[in-house]
Structure formats: structure tokens, C-alpha cells
């Protein structure tokens, strides 16, 4: 801004030298063509004013309309400055928002995935629980099939072959309840998911498929904790 008040100023400085030269020469020629003696006659007088009014009062017309012209056209440039300040500021101001913009986004984005790998371990450890348990459960139906077979192979009823039977599908069903319960944890360990919602959703389909294809393949031996 002080630009413009500098180049204003520099506009009246160059302006009013020429009206003083102006006037100068002007009140020289007066005195030539009539004389350099102050006149006590009030009609002289005012034949001078008339004569310094008719010669100065255009051209100081003329310098005002320029400065006129000249203060709109600073004015003009002033306000397309200010323009172009204002744009480049809301320019910046957009570009800062949608930096923090971005940077909240991706804040958020780096939650969700901690959140969302977070229950992942979470529901595999689950599984593992399940897993450890079906394998003790293995363990003892196995020892408990081995020894009630030791005992009784030789002479054994038909109600002592059905029991020995139901220990052997027990068993059999943890092992396999191990497996498939191992490819769900592997499942989920490999998967992509987008929430939490949706890990706890696949891991409760997940284990509520394992345990009813378990309970078609062998009725009644055990009953799933869901």
C-alpha cells in the first residue's frame, strides 16, 4: 500500500512543478507587458486576478482531473492487490485445511487398522483357546478308548462296542474340530477386513459353521460353546 501513496505523491510532486513554473512565467510576462510595479488602483488588481485566473484556472483544472484519474487507476490497482492478497491467502487457508483434512483422515485410517489387526489377534487367540481345549479333550478320549478296549476286547458286549464306539467319535471329532477350527484362524489371520464388525462377524460364522458341520458328521457327541 505505501507503493501507491508513494506513487500519488510522486504524481502532485511532478504536477505542481509545472504550475509553479506555470505561474511564474505567467506574473513574468504580466510585469513585462505592463510593468513590476505594485499598483494602488483595486481595478488593476483585479484585472490581474482575472488575467492569473483565465491562464492558471485550466491548467490547474486539468492537473486535478489527472490527479483525479490517477487516484481511480491506484485505486483500481490497490483493490486488484488486495485481490489477488485475498485469493492467495484463501488459497492457502484451503490448502491448510485440507492438509489437517488429510492428516486426520490418514489418523483415523492408522487407528482402524491397529483396531481392526488388534481383534484379529484377538478372535485367533479365541480360536486357539477352542483348539487347546478340543485337544485335551482328544488326549483323554483317546486314552479313555485305548484302556476301555485293553479291558474289554475280549470279551466285549454289543452296549460295551457302542460305548467304545461313542469315545472313538469324540475323539475323532476333536481332532477334527482342531483342524477346521485351525483353518479359520488361518483364514482370519490372511484376511482383509475393513472393522472390527467384521472380524467378529467372520469369527462367529466361522466357528458356527466348524461345529455344524461337526454335529452332521457325528450327532449328538458334543455339544459347541458358543
Known amino acids: 500500500m505505501n507503493k501507491y501513496f508513494r506513487s500519488l505523491n510522486g504524481f502532485w510532486l ?26 494602488s488602483v483595486s481595478s488593476e488588481w483585479s484585472n490581474f486576478g482575472s488575467y492569473i485566473g483565465g491562464v492558471f484556472g485550466p491548467l490547474v483544472s486539468f492537473v486535478t482531473l489527472m490527479a483525479v484519474l490517477k487516484t481511480v ?15 492467495r491467502m484463501n488459497e492457502l487457508q484451503t490448502k ?22 488388534a481383534a484379529q489377534e484377538s478372535a485367533v487367540r479365541l480360536i486357539e483357546m477352542r483348539m487347546n481345549m478340543h485337544e485335551r479333550d482328544f488326549d483323554r478320549q483317546h486314552d479313555m478308548s485305548f484302556r476301555y478296549r485293553a479291558e474289554f476286547e475280549k470279551n466285549m458286549t ?12 469324540h475323539r475323532n471329532k476333536a481332532r477334527e474340530s482342531v483342524d477346521h477350527l485351525s483353518k479359520v484362524a488361518l483364514d482370519i489371520s490372511l484376511a482383509e477386513f ?15 459353521e466348524v461345529y455344524e ?14
Open 96 to 117: 491448510t485445511f485440507e492438509s489437517q483434512q488429510s492428516q486426520v483422515e490418514r489418523s483415523a485410517r492408522d487407528a482402524l487398522i491397529i483396531q481392526v489387526a
Open 194 to 208: 475393513k472393522s472390527v464388525a467384521e472380524v467378529r462377524a467372520f469369527l462367529e460364522s466361522g466357528v458356527k
Open 158 to 169: 454289543e452296549e460295551q462296542y457302542n460305548k467304545l464306539k461313542g469315545m472313538i467319535d
Open 14 to 39: 511532478f504536477s505542481l512543478l509545472p504550475l509553479i513554473v506555470a505561474l511564474a512565467i505567467a506574473v513574468y510576462l504580466y510585469r513585462l507587458k505592463f510593468g513590476g510595479e505594485l499598483s
Open 213 to 226: 458341520k461337526l454335529d452332521e458328521a457325528y450327532p449328538g457327541t458334543q455339544k459347541p460353546i458358543l
Open 73 to 87: 487507476f491506484l485505486q483500481r490497482e490497490l483493490l486488484g492487490a488486495q485481490q489477488k492478497e485475498f485469493d
